[in-house]
């Protein structure tokens, strides 16, 4: 029996229902704690490993499976990569996105303040970070396209989102997927080779700026729970 393994924990919303998915389809399921470090005894036993954090035993964890011929959703490339907000930033305009502009001093006008890497999550002081980021956004609305490769094909669920910088409540709704932004997210995820990552749009002075990427999104409120899992199983003999 193939196992796959976690770094998750087993109450999420969304991997957990993935997991059970792939328990009813055969497979052996093991759930790795966000944070631990990994064993490599562990690795070695699994026939594929998912992560879903951003976080340094993580990146161990994908750096020795990638090594070893572990099967990995993403890889430790891919993960890394897209992790450091400039570099994604560079992805994005390379596929075709507009993209804010970007200062490393304070500009003398609205702006986001970003840490470089988004492992360090948002600056500690909301007003002082590594690189100054252009705030284009005319509402506190964001539009997230998550895209997953099942192996045969991509996937892609647009929802609208209330932006957590307002200290609103999170108000999620599906979205037509814009065709011209959904063929720029499928380049973004060919180009760097990852099985699954989302975009996060937003809209000012009437047009699309991408403005981040994540390369281990949640999928909360996508309603993609059996694509996900069809990714994962593509990874194994079993869903080959």
Known sequence: MDCIGFICEPEHPVFGAVAERLSARGFDVQFLRPGNPVA????????????????????????????TGTETWNGFLPTTALACRLVALHGLEQVGCRVPAVWFEKPDCDYTART????????????????????????????????????????????RVRSEVTGLDRVVSEETVEVTL???????????????????????????????VDPAPGFAGTGMERRVADSIASLTTIGA
């Open 182 to 212: 959904a063929a720029r997210v499928r380049e973004l995820l060919d180009r760097f080779g990852a099985r699954a990552l989302s975009v996060e749009f937003v809209e000012g002075e009437s047009k699309v700026y991408a403005q981040a």
């Open 40 to 67: 490599k005894a562990d690795i070695d036993d699994l026939a594929a490993l998912v992560n879903t954090t951003l976080r340094p035993e993580s990146f161990s964890a994908l750096w020795y499976a990638d090594r």
């Open 116 to 159: 470089r890497y988004s492992w360090d999550g948002v600056p500690a002081d909301s007003d002082e970070g590594d690189f100054y980021q252009a705030c284009v956004r005319e509402e506190p609305v964001e539009y997230k396209y998550f895209a997953v490769d099942d192996g045969r094909e991509t996937h892609l669920r647009a929802i």
